[in-house]
């Protein structure tokens, strides 16, 4: 088990198997997209590897394999497989957008994936568009069906964004009514790749006023341990909302995970710096003592919270990396 210097358990890492996306979603990287790193740069599956099986060691328990869009790596089942083999390893999620996942829905169901979170931010073709830049919700959609048809739990995450989406919360709420899907709405963050710090007037209380508006009975129902995120439920429907603080950030003082990126930095917040080059260490023959040695350090010096974090900042400017970059 291991525990941070603010006595919060750590057993769940976010690995980001890389920085490519297929999308172009203006709140996480410009339209022209951002520098992609040659591939010698990332992490490979074998240090991926690696690295987990020194984590579960310490007591790492769950995996979210997130980008990008991980479905663009070549191999990805291959690694889910040996992932899987891991001592240690309980749980394996992932994060995609849902455009290359089909084909592989047989197989993560007998991979025994835990659950799929989809990035999906408006049911409106338009709207989709306008906000990934590719006319792409079909395939997501179809995708959405696919995972429910295998039994696979879902999650639908939105970002919430004004002008942009917000007449889509009630649409994607209706979702829950026949679906046991988890619709999570996201508070807009500055991990566009450009520096532009949102306005943030759809947050947590806009966003929960916006429901009950439309639904006057929805009720909070019980959060599970370590959530990000507030969870709701329109009485009678089979599924639940949840609302994630993401900008306004006020699940801190639970937060149970860390962050490896494509290029192997380590984040221990979100809004942080990288605390250590895991890639580095692996190329230049550290041990796995080494390794774990360095991995606990990081952890006993994690940050209160992400605004901490962020003013922990080594250069005085606005967080302003791509999500696609550093892991959704």
């Known amino acids: 088990m291991i525990i941070d210097n603010h006595g919060r358990e750590l057993n769940y890492v976010r690995l980001a198997v890389t920085d490519r996306c297929n999308l172009r979603c203006f709140y996480c990287m410009p339209a022209e997209g951002i520098d992609y790193l040659p591939k010698k740069q990332l992490l490979s599956y074998e240090e991926m590897e690696r690295s987990l099986r020194v984590l579960a060691r310490l007591g790492i328990n ?8 991980p479905f663009l790596r070549k191999d990805l089942i291959s690694f889910l497989r040996r992932v899987r083999e891991i001592d240690g390893i309980e749980e394996i999620h992932i994060t995609t957008n849902g455009v290359l996942t089909g084909p592989y829905i047989p197989e ?5 994936i835990k659950s799929i979170n989809l990035s999906l931010d408006s049911l409106d073709r338009e709207r989709f568009f306008k906000i990934t830049r590719r006319d792409e919700l079909h395939k997501v959609m179809q995708t959405f069906y696919a995972l429910l048809e295998h039994d696979i739990r879902v999650k639908i995450n939105a970002v919430v964004m004004e002008g942009q989406n917000t ?4 649409p994607l709420t209706q979702l829950t009514k026949d679906y046991p899907v988890s619709v999570r709405f996201i508070e807009e963050m500055p991990f566009n790749g450009g520096g532009i710090t949102p306005t943030l007037n759809w947050n947590f209380l806009r966003i929960l006023n916006e429901l ?11 959060d599970g341990a370590n959530s990000t995120a507030n969870h709701y439920q329109v009485p009678g429907y089979l599924g639940n909302v949840g609302i994630i603080a993401a900008f306004t950030r006020t699940f801190c003082g639970t937060c149970n995970r860390i962050r490896i990126t494509s ?3 380590l984040k221990t917040c979100l809004y942080g710096n990288d605390v250590l080059n895991v890639k580095d260490m692996l190329r230049s023959g550290a041990s796995d003592e080494k390794l774990t040695a360095e991995l606990v350090k990081a952890f006993g010096s994690r940050a209160k919270n992400g605004f901490e974090a962020e ?3 080594q250069f005085i400017l606005p967080v302003f990396e791509s999500m696609s970059a550093i892991g959704g």
């Open 212 to 222: 009950k508006t439309e639904f006057p009975g929805i009720a909070k129902i019980a």
């Open 167 to 170: 007449e889509d919360i009630i």
């Open 62 to 69: 769950k995996v979210r394999i997130t980008g990008g869009e």
């Open 311 to 313: 003013e922990n900042r």
């Open 263 to 265: 290029q192997g930095g």
């Open 108 to 112: 993560l169901k007998a991979l025994g």
